[in-house]
């Protein structure tokens, strides 16, 4: 990139010169080489001020940058630069990844068959004719619908023993075996000859029922 240097009321140290062209560097590799670039030092009483005009194919940039010295005056000068000349290219970037609208593939039209055509060509005829009958009719007729009959489902019933307990069990030893056969109801004794009915309920919890 070529930089042309300008120095108001300021002298250009050589380092300051190294340093800008360094920066204007940077700045060139987000750009192109066929940019250029002029910067500007000044002073305005206790304020040192860079000016940095970068001039590419498609985008002009321009930064300034204050300080209490020329190098943190220009360091925030091409700062700047350096963002607008970032978003410039992110934008560019973005703009070559979209399609050419020529080059967007259209669905080609959904032929329908000739007999699914006449049909519906067809229903539309009957259907205005349909229309003009009504129109000149002068009376309306009422359909009703009875509902079906319900069908009527009988419980399917199936015999199990498996539910009574043979020997007397205590209550503790009813809850194991109800978890060991993996069932929701167990009908047992006691030792005393009482009858119970274990049975688990819908919120998991296990129900006892005293048979008297």
């Given at each position: ?22 920066g204007m560097q ?33 985008q002009t940039i ?81 359909v009703h619908s ?67």
């Amino acid at each position: 990139m070529e930089v042309e240097f300008t120095a108001r009321k300021v002298r250009i140290s050589k380092v300051l010169r190294t340093q800008a062209e360094e920066g204007m560097q940077r700045i060139a590799r987000l750009l192109g080489k066929t940019a250029s670039a002029s910067v500007t030092f000044s002073a305005q009483k206790h304020i040192q001020i860079a000016e940095v005009t970068i001039k590419a194919r498609q985008q002009t940039i321009a930064a300034t940058g204050k300080g209490d010295t020329l190098a943190a005056a220009f360091r925030t000068a091409v700062d700047h630069a350096e963002n607008q000349a970032r978003r410039h290219r992110d934008r560019r970037m973005e703009s070559k990844r979209l399609p050419k609208e020529e080059k967007v593939l259209t669905a080609p039209p959904v032929a329908r068959p000739k007999a699914r055509a006449a049909q519906l060509e067809a229903n539309g005829d009957e259907a205005k004719l349909g229309r003009r009958a009504k129109g000149r009719a002068g009376a309306t007729i009422a359909v009703h619908s009875f509902p079906a009959a319900a069908a009527i489902v009988e419980p399917h019933v199936i015999k199990s023993g498996e539910a009574v307990a043979i020997k007397p069990l205590t209550i503790e030893e009813a809850v194991k075996e109800v978890e060991f056969r993996d069932r929701d109801l167990l009908i047992f004794r006691n030792p005393s000859g009482n009858l119970y009915v274990l049975h688990r309920r819908r919120d998991g919890h296990m129900e006892l029922i005293e048979i008297p």
